[in-house]
């Protein structure tokens, strides 16, 4: 039988027209867009894991790097007391129990002295002191059994004169437990070495530390040496997982370790296992200084892929339900099309218009006052009453590393474009802020952004600030808005307008440079922003409020003794509301007070060092630390956690706040009171403020090509509670705040 091509094309068009031809079609196209998603997704999702084990390689290395050079450090505080006893062989045992005593991760210690060099304790003399139940045992470990000199360290040392790092081995027939050895040779006056300093370092928590927190059940950690020997295994696999030796065999003939270079310090590779068939990756990282060590990663990727295999099932059934409620609606449309109205079409167009636009501009306003109820030292109170369904005023406020930051504005026009540019400003406040901490940088940025691609040539009137809560030092600036004004109740002239520069309203110039200012605000002050729906409000007579009638109702503020934000904002739109009446809003109204008071603090104990920018003056901080940790009763844990923040923190001032071979000091305050324990670092280097660098940091470079502040200040951010950065009379000040914990 013959079918013609006109009954072919007639189908074909019955089927387009028909229902059943819009549900195909929506069938197909919703299953490509899902297709293009769910291989989108995959793609963020690897990404997403290399990014995040990277981080989490990167902050072991540093863990184990930190561990062995603080092994280095017991091992150079302690050369003087060795070798200022070198003329009694007897001391020595005293002096190798005193080397391991100040390090808990050192578990023994040796002084093996070359053949002979005390006559009267023979050929061979090496005091071994070790750990053993929380006491530390001496014995005399050199003898013809044990010939200290015929081990291939002692010949490295001697002829090499260099320090190094033996790798891991097991000891006392243990498998779980492992050691490594820093061996430093000791001179005499004349150059000569006389003896071998051994420090031995337990390994036991490393194959914990490099297992702990993985990403997924399946993902495991292990070790290898320069050599590409396995020094340390993962866990134990449940039973019925993977054999753990087939993985690390395939890792071992995947990677050249020889081709593993000082310049390529990390890599990703893909491989699958040939067990079960799973498709894997691992991600090898080297220490950046001996021992080079090399930490990887396994992760399978049906795990990395499972999130985005349940979200592609979830949006297939999403899809199906969709096209079954696409189905009912297109029958009951088809039903009753003819019973609509254009008026009814136009109207529903209009409301959800409407409805959307609202929706967005009150999803964007801070809703909760008051904002930080358990806070002291600031209370704010905003409102915003928009003249139709949706207005283009905006405020908004938060609090970053001890600093408000808070921000008004009013956008030109009325109506939907106006609330939609207005939460587009909000946004890129958010965003701008997050890494920015200079008011004029902020605003240029919000100009280049507004300012693209504006042909409906609407502008914006802003004000920007950033309040450091701790001194009360605010700093500005004003994008064409109306001056903030200071109340400060119980005082005589206690209403005062903030100067400020003019500059031009956002999207008005793209290049437009802005420049910042500063004030001091007062004890107890209040700073109360508006817009200009404010001093325009009209009553039936068509006059104006003014901002002299704002000055009054806020001068009535300043004759009471104190008056909260809230109480403020309530007495302006009490005054404002009974001088309008029942005329009709003409413009949007937005006022925001901010209230400040200057925390009060008394310390129980302020102590100070200076030191220079030498990183050798290291061990004069941790001491300075550790003593005056000891008059806050912390524990050894929490007394640890604050000595490495201050460490990474010095440490990056030392090596970045002063020109190579330049000369400069860093003070180092402590304060302690009943609540908190307060580390001030100052210097006077070229300006930095390494919390938005940290905010910046891209895990994914090398060291050499991280900016300053990176790594280090991420993890100072986790061991302290609050880290806050001025520059005040041309010195650099970075606070670190513990807050103490009360039984």
Not at 690 to 707: C, Q
Request: net charge negative.
């Amino acid at each position: 039988m013959v079918i013609s091509l006109d009954k072919i094309k007639k189908s074909l068009k019955w089927i387009i027209s028909s229902r059943l031809g819009i549900i195909i079609c929506a069938a197909v196209l919703l299953e490509l867009i899902g297709i293009v998603q769910y291989y989108s997704m995959r793609n963020v999702q690897r990404e997403g894991v290399v990014r995040r084990v990277k981080t989490e390689l990167a902050l072991k290395s540093q863990m184990i790097a930190h561990t062995l050079d603080k092994a280095e450090a017991t091992m150079q505080e302690h050369l003087w007391d060795i070798q200022n006893h070198l003329d009694n062989a007897d001391e020595m045992f005293d002096v190798t129990k005193r080397l391991i005593a100040t390090n808990n991760q050192i578990v023994g210690g040796c002084i093996a002295f070359v053949p002979y060099y005390y006559p009267e304790k023979g050929q061979y003399f090496e005091p071994y002191a070790y750990k053993n139940d929380g006491r530390i045992s001496i014995i005399q470990l050199g003898s013809a059994e044990h010939d200290y000199t015929k081990h291939p360290a002692y010949n490295i040392a001697l002829n090499e004169k260099r320090a190094f790092w033996s790798d891991p081995y097991e000891y006392m027939e243990d498998s779980l437990s492992r050691l490594t050895t820093y061996t430093y040779p000791l001179t005499d006056e004349k150059g000569k070495v006389v003896a071998l300093c051994g420090l031995d370092i337990d390994l036991s928590w490393l194959s914990d530390t490099l297992n702990a927190r993985h990403v997924f059940p399946s993902s495991f950690g292990l070790m290898f040496n320069e050599k590409g020997q396995m020094v340390v295994e993962p866990h134990k696999k449940r039973d019925g997982e993977n054999d753990v030796s087939e993985i690390i065999s395939l890792i071992q003939k995947s990677l050249s370790l020889k081709a593993f270079e000082a310049s390529e310090r990390s890599r990703l590779i893909d491989f699958t296992d040939d067990n079960n068939n799973r498709k894997a990756c691992i991600f090898f990282t080297m220490l950046r200084k001996e021992p080079h060590w090399i930490l990887a990663t396994v992760n399978y990727y049906d795990e990395v892929y499972q999130p985005v295999k349940q979200l592609r099932l979830q949006n297939m059934i999403l899809m199906l339900i969709g096209l079954l409620v696409l189905f009912f609606i297109i029958n009951r449309f088809v039903r009753n099309e003819r019973k609509l109205e254009e008026a009814g079409i136009k109207q529903a167009r209009i409301s959800s218009e409407l409805q959307i636009a609202n929706g967005i501009q009150q999803a964007m306003l801070p809703k909760e006052f008051p904002a930080y109820p358990e806070r002291k030292d600031v209370d704010i109170y905003g409102s915003l009453v928009p003249a139709k369904e949706v207005g283009g005023d905006l405020f908004d406020f938060f609090i970053r590393d001890e600093k408000l930051f808070f921000c008004i504005g009013d956008v030109s026009g009325k109506g939907v474009p106006s609330a939609i540019v207005m939460a587009m400003v909000q946004k890129l406040f958010r965003v701008t802020t997050a890494h920015e901490t200079n008011p004029a940088n902020i605003l240029e940025e919000l100009n280049k952004e507004l300012s693209r691609d504006n042909t409906t040539n609407m502008f914006i009137t802003f004000f920007l600030g950033i309040l450091d809560l701790p001194t009360g030092r605010l700093r500005y600036c004003n994008a064409g808005h109306d001056n903030p004004i200071i109340v400060e109740c119980g005082k005589e002239d206690g209403v005062q307008i903030l100067p400020v520069k003019a500059h031009l309203p956002l999207g008005v110039i793209s290049d437009y440079k802005y420049l910042s200012e500063e004030y001091v605000l007062p004890d107890e002050a209040i700073l109360f922003l508006y817009t200009d729906g404010l001093t325009e409000a009209k009553d039936n007579q068509r006059q104006q409020f003014k901002l002299q009638r704002v000055t009054e109702t806020l001068t009535h503020c300043t004759q009471r003794s104190a008056v909260s934000a809230q109480e403020l904002l309530t007495m302006m739109t009490e005054e404002v509301n009974h001088f309008v009446g029942d005329a009709e809003q003409s413009d949007d109204l937005s006022m925001l007070a901010i209230g400040y008071q200057r925390p009060v603090i008394k310390e129980k104990v302020n102590q100070s060092i200076t030191l220079q920018n030498d990183v050798t003056q290291i061990t004069q901080l941790n001491t300075f630390v550790k003593q005056f940790l000891a008059q806050a009763g912390l524990d050894r844990k929490e007394t640890l956690r604050l000595q490495l923040a201050l460490e990474e923190v010095v440490v990056n001032v030392m090596n970045y706040a002063y020109p190579p071979e330049s000369h400069g000091d860093i003070i180092v305050e402590a304060a302690l009171n009943e609540n908190r324990i307060k580390f001030t670092i100052s210097d006077s280097g070229a300006a930095f403020d390494p919390t938005t660098a940290a905010r910046n940091v891209d895990t994914t470079l090398s060291a050499e090509e991280r900016p300053i502040g990176g790594l280090g200040i991420l993890l100072t951010r986790k061991l302290v509670d609050s880290i806050n950065y001025e520059r005040i009379n041309g010195r650099n000040i970075l606070t670190l705040r513990k807050m103490m914990q009360h039984e």
